[in-house]
């Protein structure tokens, strides 16, 4: 099993940037994909984005492509979601997901305690 440690959420005013962290500890080794996930109040968690951890090959959804970006440091065993041009619609509760192998599914990932983001108008 994996643990995952999420950081950098805050308050921020509409425009702004965060930078999330996620640090992984525990069995690293055999990340197939890590993902960032959100929450917001009365809604279900949606996809933001993900990472292939080896090949570094990246997805994102629509609202994320051109604000969010998803990287990886491997000898750190951090994933990085930098959010640029923040809108309140963005406050959410964001999650980091780590996939064991290509056939996990996210519903059976690895998850994280999620970090707070508020966007202020």
């Known amino acids: 099993q994996v643990q995952l440690i999420e950081s950098g959420g805050g308050l921020v005013q509409a425009g702004g940037s965060l930078r999330l962290a996620c640090a992984a500890s525990?069995?690293?080794?055999?990340?197939?994909?890590m993902g960032w996930f959100r929450q917001a109040p009365g809604k279900e968690r949606e996809f933001v984005a993900s990472i292939t951890w080896r090949t570094g090959i990246t997805t994102y959804s629509e609202f994320a492509k051109g604000r969010f970006t998803i990287s990886r440091d491997n000898a750190r065993d951090t994933a990085f979601l930098q959010m640029n041009s923040l809108k309140p619609e963005d406050t959410a509760v964001y999650y980091c997901?780590?996939?064991?192998?290509?056939?996990?599914?996210?519903?059976?990932?690895?998850w994280g305690q999620g970090t707070q983001v508020t966007v202020s108008s």
């Open positions: 525990g069995r690293t080794f055999s990340t197939y994909a």
């Open positions: 997901g780590s996939r064991k192998t290509i056939f996990t599914t996210w519903e059976s990932a690895d």
